[in-house]
């Protein structure tokens, strides 16, 4: 069954660091998500991405994040200047089509020291 | 801002009997709702969906019920089997109508716990 895959599924960086979380999507969905959980709260919605652009990102999606597809199979979440806050479970999710159920990845675990 | 609360942090139910899970919104815009089974270091797992225009949708021993009026809705499992216990999360969004990519609102999960 085909499933998204997440790398790394653990990534230690220091404050004001760049880092960048990766995402296979399921080969045949249009639509991309990243969310994110931190520890003890609910998973909150990041950003969604169809036909190369963003379609829609919550208020947490600031200009710190930005989102990519570089190539056809690759998802990325960028996060420029890491903040201890930024320490997370980060999920990425694909979709068939815009209203259609999400499938999400295992998570990558981001801590920031 | 809860706009999708479950209000029972966990639950406990005996294998082979129903297991009853709820869900309350209060964004009238929601018009798709999920429900997610996480198990620890995992993604949430998709498990069956309904959109605004149904009142039951069943899938298996999963069955999402929606009370629009109430703005409630309901996961039933039955029967209940050890390999359940996890967190269960209920999802909404308004991308229904629209067609586009909106994102999920999630709530904070019920922990589901089978018992022999």
């Known amino acids: 069954e085909p499933e998204v895959t997440q790398t790394p599924s653990h990534q230690v960086t220091q404050m004001g660091q760049e880092v960048i979380l990766r995402c296979v999507p399921i080969s045949n969905h249009l639509y991309f998500y990243w969310y994110r959980q931190i520890l003890g709260q609910k998973v909150e919605f990041l950003v969604s991405f169809y036909n190369n652009e963003i379609s829609e990102k919550s208020e947490i999606f600031d200009d710190q994040f930005s989102v990519e597809r570089p190539d056809g199979s690759n998802f990325t979440l960028k996060i420029r200047s890491t903040k201890l806050e930024d320490s997370a479970m980060y999920f990425c999710?694909?979709?068939?089509?815009?209203?259609?159920?999400?499938?999400f990845g295992p998570g990558t675990r981001l801590t920031v020291t | 801002d809860q706009q999708v609360k479950q209000n029972s942090p966990s639950l406990s139910v005996q294998e082979g009997r129903i297991s009853i899970l709820n869900c309350d919104y209060t964004n009238s815009m929601f018009d798709y709702f999920l429900w997610y089974k996480k198990y620890p270091a995992e993604g949430p797992t998709f498990l069956i969906s309904?959109?605004?225009?149904?009142d039951k949708n069943e899938d298996g021993r999963f069955t999402v019920f929606l009370n629009k009026s109430a703005k409630h809705l309901s996961l039933h499992i039955v029967p209940s089997q050890p390999g359940d216990s996890a967190v269960y999360f209920c999802?909404?969004?308004?991308?229904?109508?629209?067609?586009?990519?909106?994102?999920?609102?999630f709530g904070k999960g019920t922990h589901l716990i089978i018992q022999p």
């Open positions: 999710a694909s979709s068939r089509q815009g209203f259609d159920e999400q499938y």
């Open positions: 309904i959109s605004s225009i149904k």
């Open positions: 999802a909404a969004s308004s991308g229904y109508s629209g067609g586009g990519a909106d994102g999920l609102t």
